[in-house]
């Protein structure tokens, strides 16, 4: 079964840090780009971070430019996304994905309080 497992979630005070982990199960992604989107409640999904498969390449959503840091390791099938300078309003489900493979995680809930 293929699956993207993400972690690292949780409930942090704005301003502060979470490192979160999409490890990939079932099959490889090396070759494939690899992103990070988030959902908050009552919004549609928002583009976060996109990676490129040799990790060359990076994208990020205006919102995040700055702040968060997407990264990959190939070796252990896992990319990153390192969160600095937490707001409120990034709180949402993150959630990882393989574009072109059609693969989606179920998601780890981020909560920044003020």
């Known amino acids: 079964q293929v699956q993207l497992v993400e972690s690292g979630g949780g409930l942090v005070q704005a301003g502060g840090s979470l490192r979160l982990s999409c490890a990939a199960s079932g099959r490889t992604f090396t070759y494939y780009d690899m992103g990070w989107s988030r959902q908050a409640p009552g919004k549609e999904r928002e583009f976060v971070a996109l990676?490129?498969?040799?990790?060359?390449?990076?994208y990020y959503g205006d919102s995040v430019k700055g702040r968060f840091t997407i990264s990959r390791d190939n070796a252990k099938d896992t990319i990153y996304l390192q969160m600095n300078s937490l707001k409120p309003e990034d709180t949402a489900i993150y959630l990882c994905?393989?574009?072109?493979?059609?693969?989606w995680g179920q998601g780890t809930q981020v909560t920044v309080s003020s």
């Open positions: 994905n393989a574009p072109a493979a059609g693969y």
């Open positions: 990676i490129s498969w040799n990790g060359d390449t990076t």
